[in-house]
């Protein structure tokens, strides 16, 4: 299949410098979304991570081929990018904004960090704003010039984000009593004090204030106590409950992390990186997760790099995830010797399945059987002949 991409070969001259803007998030709100960020981090790292080391293979006339496409999506998208790097940013929008965008310049894809949507169901909706490494393209995208990865409803992240609100507030309670129950309390008795001595308040807040600060913030400090001062311990002993207070934090980031392997369709274990019964996980996880991600992007692939004809000719590029998992050479080796034995796959096929190089000659193309294997035809046949044997010699 030849590289196809008909989109825009003219943008070259027809970008102009932007600034690409981002929210930063920081003092306390920082705080009461650590664990949400955390979680979100950890599903979306291990969808993007799995994806990118998924091959993307190009079919011309139902054979595999390796060309320009076939480079563009598994080793160089562009000059600033490998492959998972590439597909990485991809699913990070994806997941994030609800929505993912690859645009093409010249033989190279880019995935565009912003852009606005004009929708035209009953014709092609174009894209506006597109925003391309900290450049912004002046003309408009229509959708078939572009690959466009869509979720079928509201972004992941807001969806978590609206479910995980109120545990966000719980949680915010739970790290202020936590932290007020660890605190200490102190209590300083003056003699003699005159109300409104603006003497006495300088003084208290230049020296005394000051050295209890020092005293009540340091590991290792000295108070000095003056006459007709006394400083008391307040504090309770709430050891008890500040331990029940620390438990109900790890609870509230059980409960977000649980949300957000439901949302990305993850398994629970994956999230605190149980490998217990890992091969199971692994099936759950590429069944209901990763599978129809890779169906997407096929299809998208498919459409945008040829039409209806291409497809019947066999003309289609397909996001193989039988690579994602980790094969030792010696324990696969018995089902590699069925494969070859029975005709199922070339030698060739199997080496390259195992992550071994290709033969590229008529041996590794070679399609084996044993005597073992023959047709039911062939077989009936050679019972009959035998039942007859066998009557005449009676």
Known sequence: MAFTFNFFDWLGNKIDNAKITTLTVTGDDAAQLFFRELALHIAISYIANTLSKCECKVFEGGKEARDELYYALNIAPNPNMNSAQFWNKIVNNYYRNGEALVIQRGRRLYVADGFTIEENPLSHNVFKNVQVEGRTLRDSIRADDALYFRLDSVPVKR?????????????????????????????????????????????????????????????????????????????????????????????????????????????????????????????????????????????????????????????????????????????????????????????????????????????????????????????????????????ENA
């Open 159 to 391: 969806l978590i984000d609206g479910a995980a609100s109120a545990y966000t507030k719980l949680l915010t309670a739970a790290m202020e009593a936590y932290k007020r129950d660890k605190g200490r309390k102190y209590k300083l008795s003056m003699e003699n004090t005159k109300a409104g001595d603006k003497t006495f308040n300088d003084e208290f807040e230049k020296v005394i204030k000051k050295q209890l600060e020092a005293f009540m913030t340091h590991d290792n400090a000295v108070y000095p106590e003056f006459k007709g001062y006394t400083l008391s311990d307040l504090s309770p002993n709430n050891s008890f409950h500040a331990n029940a207070t620390g438990e109900d934090i790890f609870g509230l980031r059980k409960e977000i992390f649980d949300i957000t392997a439901q949302a990305f369709k993850i398994p629970p274990a994956m999230m605190y990186g149980n490998i217990t019964s890992i091969n199971d996980i692994m099936n759950v996880y590429l069944t209901i997760c990763i599978d129809p991600l890779a169906d997407m992007f096929s299809e998208e692939l498919t459409r945008k790099t040829g039409n209806y004809r291409s497809w019947l000719n066999g003309d289609y590029v397909r996001v193989d995830t039988s690579c994602v998992r980790h094969l030792d050479i010696l324990e696969v080796a018995p089902n590699a010797e069925k494969l070859v034995s029975s005709g199922v796959a070339q030698v060739d096929e199997v080496r390259e399945r195992i992550g071994l190089p290709q033969y590229n000659d008529e041996f590794g193309r070679t399609r084996f059987i044993t005597k073992n294997f023959q047709t039911a035809e062939t077989a009936l046949a050679a019972q009959d002949a035998d039942t007859g044997k066998g009557g």
